[in-house]
């Protein structure tokens, strides 16, 4: 029994672990605007919700090893209006997401641009990211 | 069509900047609660919006909206009556919380607390100087707040999940445009 309750216990605490945050903060506050990176991978998850969108891929590292990234983006309405549709997250879809690291998590980044596998290129930053351009 | 939040939000941020300026020129006048205000704040504006507003608002959103699992779509719809319910509970949790946040004597954070961003995000005293040089603009957000649940409200009461989804969106767009004036409106320095 014991064993049991220790089991769920341990369970809810790895689904904490995995949710996004969804605090408000400023972007700064958030992501680190030095640490710029591109992330080329496989799509595994699109979490389509306000709000903010919520990217997961997982990219192969210099070691061989895959690391699974989580992906802030704008909201989807937003996303939408771009012209970013649900269809286009294809069950193995490779893209390259261009965006700022976590300041926290290491994995985790905010995304600018999303480019998908046919090329077409798509403006996913959030309200308050650094003006790099990324939204022209 | 594109900037079409962007749009929205800098009109909104402009024209409570304008009132903040105008406030500096000719200081709102203190209104002082009444001396017998039956009102007793216990949590500070960031707890309340950590505690309160934030978890309940999260219920909102989340509760709508697509997963798309290795191309897999399943939509978030609350399952059942029971569930709708719960929502509407958050969605009227979030909508009188607004009212907390307008009232006089509620501290920004606890004593001595510090930016949690410094640099970034304003500090608990600056915060108040804000709010105190135009508490008319604080509270109008705060109404906005309001005004921007109510469409959640009838979209929960009409089980319609899309029109839930639209409203998210305008939550979202209410909350930012606030925290752009008065929690890191020096935010969004240019990376080049």
Known sequence: MKTKILLVVLGAGALWAVQPAQAHHAFAAEYDEKKPVTLTGIVTKMEWVNPHGWLFMDVKQPDGKVKRWTIE?????????????????????SAVVKGYQGVKDPA??????LVLADGRSFYIGSVGGPNDGADR | MRYFRHRDAAAAVVLVAASLLAGCAAPAPEQP??????YRPVASIREVMNSVIDPSADVVWLSVGTDIDH???????????????????????????????????????????PSLAPGVELTPEEIRSLIDKNPPAWNL???????AMKPALAAID?????????????IDTTCENCHQV???????????
């Open chain 2, 33 to 38: 609660p009444p001396a017998d205000s039956p």
């Open chain 1, 73 to 93: 983006t704008s909201g989807p309405s937003q996303l939408s209006r771009r012209g970013l549709k649900k269809a286009d997250f294809t069950d193995g879809m």
């Open chain 2, 158 to 170: 009409a089980k319609d999940s899309e029109a839930l989804f639209a409203a998210g969106e305008k």
């Open chain 2, 182 to 192: 008065f929690w890191y409106p020096n935010a969004g320095a240019p990376a080049r």
């Open chain 2, 141 to 147: 957000f705060a109404q906005q707040l309001q005004e």
């Open chain 1, 108 to 113: 985790f980044a905010n995304g600018r641009t």
């Open chain 2, 71 to 113: 191309g897999r779509q399943t939509d978030r719809v609350p399952a059942n009556d029971e569930k709708w319910a719960e929502v509407r509970r958050h969605a009227l949790i979030v909508s009188e919380a607004a009212n907390l946040l307008m009232m006089h004597n509620r501290p920004v954070a606890p004593p001595g607390a």
